[in-house]
Every structure is written in structure tokens, then in C-alpha cells.
């Protein structure tokens, strides 16, 4: 089976001669912020409740700061990057597995997966007589919900990958093989059915600080979410309308939180609102791990930002032309066109250390990102303006505190609808499908459907969830054929040059990262998981 593209042999040999070739076991290091503290510490339900806080930020942070973007939206088409920088080698397809995003995914993924994995051996057996059995089961829970997240980017990523449930038996032998990918599946269902079992239920409210971790709802809907995935609908159906009826999550700017919007959800003073299933956490303040880079990454220009960093990755010409409905609400927070005026982005006046800064941002060509004639809108929250965007990271890196969502209530609604559609041929009537649908498509403007198929649901989940990491992995489920004449069609170049890709692969899985073939050989190898 080949990947989305192919390795060079000359390539693959450079990098044998460059990177040491002596086995070690940091296929699972992440940083040591990132390390459970385990022991008598935790004698506290309160402190236990805050022992899995780095599995929300810390071990995300090398995925987050680039990796995620360029693997995910860049390569879909969603974003664009000239050959200037890295983000271009997956505009065009031309990274190799040496490339430091394919590593930073892995490594982000198997870095939660060993913290997970720490607090599941070692918890039960280490916190102190104070702690009560909920509060231990609720950690237990969000152990298993990070892993089996964790590992659900793994499979849809890279296929078959090696299951470590025990970080002690991998350190005495990680040369394993992978696993299939249907004993991946197997391994995350069970951890996300554990989640639920034993992570607390939340009424969400407006304490939106209280809502920073998962509960049992965030496991259902993300349980929901991988039916979907393997195309079990009754049961993705079933998990989702549990969700639904449960009223946990709501949709801003819905029916039943009619005065807000969709602007509403990427403003940091909103983060962890009713809306948000799962969120990365940052908190824009302290070490270099803790921040969100997205500002920096997807401003248009510098005055919007507290670096010189801005523009590195742009709207594509096919996001801005083909992805929304004229009329939808979303384009214009999804991303920026001449004209767009931005009533809670402050700016800098001009690039000098003291310019004035000013409420109010209206955007201009001659500012475009990448040579687009556009800029990205979504997570740009501006230069720093307390009660909008919080406190900043000192200015030499600007990273804000705005979470970054890996799952939306106005998704499950949608995995609702495409679930009791149940395929994607046909089309649906069924009331309950339209309700979900309708309700995404009412808030962003739209008018309603009185029937759906799967190509509405796919165009749907597209200009709702552009630029959130999503459109890759459902370019994945459609039939490879498919898949592969949408991102042909795609064009990949600016607003003046027209640029197609031609893709000779199979499938749109990535390359295993070249330093992990290297210490792991048998990565390409498969076997059979023993479940415990």
C-alpha cells in the first residue's frame, strides 16, 4: 500500500547516514512538563483533578504550533503555503517523512499516549487515602478518553500503528511491530466506553472554566464520531442522539443560545463554552509550551500580532472560491477579504514598538497572506486586548491562551445527521437528520433543507469546520477515487498562478517518520494486538 506520496530512496539513504542509528526508547519522550508526577502528591480530589491538566495542553504543543495545520488543512487544500516556507511542502506534496511535522505528530500522539498510560498503571495505587473513588475514576476516565484520542489521529494519519498500553514493556523492547488498523479501532472504543463509564457528567453553563476538561458526554460524542468513522451508523446514531437528548452541549448562536454566533466561538474570553466537546487548553502565559501559536501562524499581517511571525499559511484559492454558499455567515470569520472590517481585533497603527493600538480592523489587500488576495480569520484574535483576548506571552513569541477545538457540538450534530443517513448514496428526509443538519446550517445563515445527502453533509462539514483539522481526515473516508479527483481539481497555487497537484498513491495515509523507521524497523510490519 503506498502513501499519499512517495519516498525517495536517495532521500531515505541521506537521512539513514545523518541520524545515529542507536536504538533508544524516546519514541515516547515528550517534555519533561509534560511528566505525571505520581505519588502521595495527589492527596486531594482538587489535586487530582488537576494532575492530567498537561494531557489538554503541554504534550499537544510541537503538533499544535505547525505540524497540525500543514498535515491536516494544507495538505486537504484548506490552507496554502508558497515553497517559502515548510507549510508549501504540503501544499504541493513534495515533504519526505524526514520533514519535522510528520515527526511532531507522532511524537505529540505518542507523548500523550505515555502520559496516559503513566497515570493508568500508576494512579490506583499511589493517591492518598483523602482521595475519594469518583475523583480517582474521573482521572482514570480522561486518561483513557487523551489515549484513545491519541490514538484515533494515529490510525486516520498513519493506518496501522503500534498499541503500548504498558510504558514499562515498551521501554524493554520497542522494536514491535504495528498493529491493524481494526485492533486500533477495537483498543479506542474500549478506552472511550471506560471514559464513559467513569468520567463525571456536566451541566455545562456559562462557568465555562469548569468545563475545561472532558466529561462523559465528551466521550460519548467522540465515541459517536469513531462509529462514524468504521461506518457502524446505528451505533454512531445511537451515541449521537444520547448526546443530543442529554442537553449537555449546545450550539452558539442556536435556538437555544440565540445571542451569540459562530464569531462568538473564537474569542478566548469564550473558551470552554457550551459549544466545546473537546478543546486543547493554553494559557498564554508562562513557559514556551503553554501558548497557542494559531494567531501568529494565520494573521495576515504583523500589526495584528505580538511577533514578526504573521502570514505563514493562507486560505486557498479553492477554500475562498468553491468551500461556502453565498450568503454563509461563516466565510467571513473562517477567513478575510478585502472589505471584512473585524470589530474585536485590535491592531497595531503601525509597526513601530510604541504605535497606538486600535479597536476595529478592517482588512486590505495589500496586507494578503501568501499572495492569496486574502488572510485566515479563524483563531486570529489580534494584539493583546484584555477583555477579548486575555493576558499574552511576553512579545517575543506572542502566544495567546485561545484553546484550540478537536471537537464542536455543531459536529456531532452533523456525524447525527450523516449517521441516520447511513451511507453515502441516497439521500434522507427523516426528521430527525434534518433537524441537526438545518440547526448548523440556520446559525450560519443559511436556508433550510427539506431533504440531504452525504455530498450536502461532506460540503456542510467543510465550511463548518475549515481550518480545525477535520476536511483531511474526511477526504480519507470518501472512496480513494474520489478523494484523489477533489484534490486534483483542487487550485493550489495563489490568486495569479493556477497550480494543480498529480497524485500517484493509493491512499492518503502519511509515511511513518524516518527517525522512528530507523530506531523501530519493524514499524512497516503487522501483527495481531493481545488484548488484555
Not at 446550517?441 to 475549515?466: H, N, Q, T, V
Request: charged share 20%; with cysteine; aromatic share 12%.
Amino acid at each position: 500500500m503506498k502513501n499519499i506520496l512517495k519516498i525517495n530512496c536517495a532521500v531515505a539513504m541521506a537521512v539513514l547516514l545523518l541520524i545515529s542509528s542507536s536504538c533508544s526508547q524516546d519514541f515516547l519522550d515528550v517534555p519533561a512538563e509534560g511528566t505525571p508526577t505520581i505519588g502521595n502528591y495527589y492527596d486531594s480530589d482538587s489535586k487530582l483533578d488537576n494532575a492530567s491538566n498537561g494531557l489538554y495542553g503541554i504534550v499537544w504543543f510541537n503538533m499544535n504550533k505547525s505540524a497540525f495545520y500543514g498535515i491536516t488543512d494544507v495538505i486537504s487544500g484548506n490552507m496554502y503555503a508558497s515553497q517559502y516556507n515548510d507549510f508549501g511542502k504540503f501544499t504541493d506534496l513534495s515533504f519526505t517523512n524526514s520533514q519535522a511535522f510528520i515527526s511532531d505528530a507522532w511524537r505529540s500522539c505518542f507523548g500523550a499516549i505515555a502520559n496516559s498510560n503513566a497515570y493508568i498503571s500508576n494512579l490506583p495505587q499511589s493517591v492518598g487515602p483523602n482521595v475519594t473513588k469518583e475523583a480517582l475514576n474521573n482521572a482514570l476516565g480522561e486518561s483513557h478518553f487523551i489515549r484513545a484520542f491519541s490514538y484515533f489521529f494515529l490510525v486516520r494519519l498513519w493506518g496501522n500503528v503500534p498499541i503500548i498500553e504498558n510504558n514499562a514493556d515498551y521501554s524493554k523492547n520497542f522494536v514491535i511491530p504495528s498493529n491493524p488498523t481494526e485492533d486500533v479501532y477495537k483498543f479506542i472504543e474500549n478506552d472511550l466506553k471506560f471514559a464513559i463509564a467513569n468520567l463525571r457528567t456536566k451541566n455545562r453553563g456559562s462557568d465555562y472554566a469548569s468545563n475545561a476538561h472532558v466529561s462523559s458526554g465528551s466521550a460519548k460524542a467522540f465515541l459517536a464520531k469513531v462509529y462514524l468513522y468504521q461506518k457502524k451508523y446505528d451505533l454512531a446514531r445511537q451515541m449521537a442522539q444520547e448526546v443530543i437528548n442529554s442537553g449537555e452541549f449546545k450550539l452558539l448562536g442556536g435556538e437555544e443560545l440565540p445571542l451569540k454566533s459562530f464569531a462568538d466561538l473564537f474569542l478566548q474570553k469564550n473558551n470552554n463554552n457550551e459549544e466545546s466537546i473537546f478543546s486543547w487548553q493554553w494559557t498564554g502565559a508562562g513557559t514556551y509550551f503553554e501558548g497557542n501559536f494559531s494567531n501568529t501562524l494565520f494573521a495576515p499581517e504583523n500589526r495584528l500580532v505580538e511577533t514578526t511571525y504573521s502570514g505563514q499559511i493562507a486560505p486557498s484559492q479553492d477554500l475562498i472560491h468553491n468551500a461556502f454558499e453565498n450568503g454563509d455567515k461563516r466565510r467571513k470569520e473562517t477567513f478575510m477579504l478585502p472589505g471584512d472590517f473585524y470589530p474585536n481585533l485590535t491592531y497595531a497603527q503601525t509597526l513601530a514598538v510604541d504605535s497606538p493600538l486600535i479597536l476595529g480592523y478592517t482588512f486590505a489587500v495589500e496586507n494578503e497572506a501568501q499572495s492569496s488576495g486574502a488572510g485566515l480569520k479563524k483563531y486570529v484574535i489580534g494584539k493583546e486586548n484584555l477583555p477579548i483576548t486575555g493576558p499574552f506571552n511576553p512579545p517575543f513569541n506572542g502566544e495567546s491562551s485561545m484553546n484550540s477545538y478537536m471537537m464542536r457540538y455543531a459536529e456531532l450534530l452533523l456525524i447525527h445527521a450523516e449517521a441516520i443517513l447511513g451511507g453515502q448514496s441516497g439521500s434522507t428526509t427523516d426528521a430527525q437528520a434534518l433537524k441537526s443538519f438545518n440547526a448548523v446550517r440556520k446559525r450560519a445563515g443559511l436556508p433550510e433543507k427539506a431533504s440531504i445527502s452525504f455530498d450536502d453533509i461532506f460540503k456542510e462539514r467543510r465550511a463548518e469546520l475549515a481550518c480545525e483539522g477535520d476536511y483531511y481526515f474526511d477526504l480519507g473516508r470518501l472512496p480513494f477515487a474520489k478523494a484523489k479527483a477533489i484534490l486534483e481539481a483542487q487550485n493550489r497555487g495563489d490568486k495569479l498562478t493556477e497550480k494543480h497537484i498529480s497524485i500517484t498513491a493509493s491512499n492518503l495515509l502519511l509515511p511513518y517518520p524516518a527517525d522512528d523507521l530507523i530506531k523501530n524497523p519493524k514499524l512497516t510490519e503487522v501483527a495481531p494486538y493481545t488484548f488484555k
